[in-house]
């Protein structure tokens, strides 16, 4: 037989070898139930979760206990991998100033292996705020408008009286239509409605 032949045959054996090897070690695992080996004598505490073929069933009496307790309840179970995270993506600093609101797989039954994440809030103090005492004194009525303004009367101006045009120039105010103050018929002797126009 010559080398090469000999390392095609083996190369074919170690897939089959390998598994072989795995299965017998998974045997083994499910005989021992993973659990290793139990002293007769030791007593065994029945926990608040069934533990059913597929695994232990996740307790939802956890939701509203800070995560500390929440873990240490957890763990009493058997679980391992218990992660905490906030709701809002805050770091989880101290735990007991938080409160678990969901955890995964929570009322199904999941192997004790599984990774468990409590999803906490933080825990608000209460806001409760007391009403400002009533007032026995009114409030202050708005406030009036301001009075309109009285209509202004229109003052007829004083009377114009010019003796002449000689005092119509004098005073600036030449030539005089019929209407404007001072106009009078004997300052307009062609009587067409211009007075002291020269």
């Avoid at 800070?66 to 709701?87: H, M, Q, T, W």
Wanted: aromatic share 4%; with cysteine.
């Amino acid at each position: 037989m010559s080398l090469t032949t000999w390392w095609q045959s083996r190369k074919r054996k170690w897939p089959w070898v390998a598994g072989l090897v795995l299965l017998g070690l998974a045997i083994i695992g499910g005989l021992t139930g993973g659990r290793g080996t139990t002293d007769p004598g030791t007593s065994v505490t029945v926990s608040a979760a069934a533990e059913t073929p597929a695994g232990v069933i996740v307790p939802p009496g956890v939701i509203g206990k800070n995560p500390k307790e929440a873990k240490a309840e957890l763990a009493a179970l058997g679980f391992r991998d218990v992660r905490v995270e906030s709701v809002d993506g805050r770091q989880v600093i101290v735990e007991s100033n938080w409160r678990v609101v969901s955890v995964t797989s929570m009322g199904t039954a999941v192997a004790v292996t599984t990774r468990l994440v409590l999803r906490v809030d933080k825990s608000q103090p209460s806001t409760t705020t007391e009403a400002p005492p009533p007032t026995t004194r009114r409030p202050d009525p708005s406030p009036e408008p301001p009075p309109a303004p009285e209509p202004t009367r229109q003052t007829k101006p004083a009377p114009v009286y010019y003796k002449n045009c000689d005092d119509v120039r004098s005073k600036g105010a030449a030539p005089l239509h019929r209407g404007e103050p001072g106009y009078g018929k004997h300052l307009d002797r062609d009587g067409d409605g211009v007075a002291c126009e020269k």
